[in-house]
């Protein structure tokens, strides 16, 4: 099974800046869609943003203008740039592989992901 690593996050204000990084353990050439999640404390995970092999982009509505994902089939990573960031950014922030249609499923285990905390 593929295992995903999230690395990036950190503690930054409000208005600041982040990039996440997710190093999957294999190709992820043939994984069609890809998305980053996060989970609020006492939230439910959610999906903020997908980007499919072909290179098509979907976001939620509360990221949208202000986070970008892009993909590196050969560096086999997925990155989450997070431009002005709001306190209510603040979560541990996953990737994972998930089905495409509009269920997105997540295919793998979840990794231990990354926290991102913004302060304001």
């Known amino acids: 099974q593929l295992q995903l690593v999230e690395s990036g996050g950190g503690l930054v204000q409000a208005g600041g800046s982040l990039r996440l990084s997710c190093a999957a353990s294999?190709?992820?050439?043939?994984?069609?869609?890809l998305g980053w999640y996060r989970q609020a404390p006492g939230k439910q995970r959610e999906l903020v943003a997908t980007i499919t092999s072909g290179g098509s982009t979907d976001y939620a509505d509360s990221v949208k203008g202000r986070f970008i994902i892009s993909r590196n089939n050969a560096e086999n990573t997925v990155y989450l740039q997070m431009n002005s960031l709001k306190p209510e950014d603040t979560a541990i922030y996953y990737c994972?592989?998930?089905?495409?249609?509009?269920?997105?499923?997540?295919?793998?285990?979840w990794g231990q992901g990354t926290q991102v905390t913004v302060s304001s």
């Open positions: 994972n592989a998930h089905t495409s249609g509009s269920l997105r499923i997540p295919l793998y285990s």
């Open positions: 294999g190709s992820i050439i043939s994984i069609n869609a």
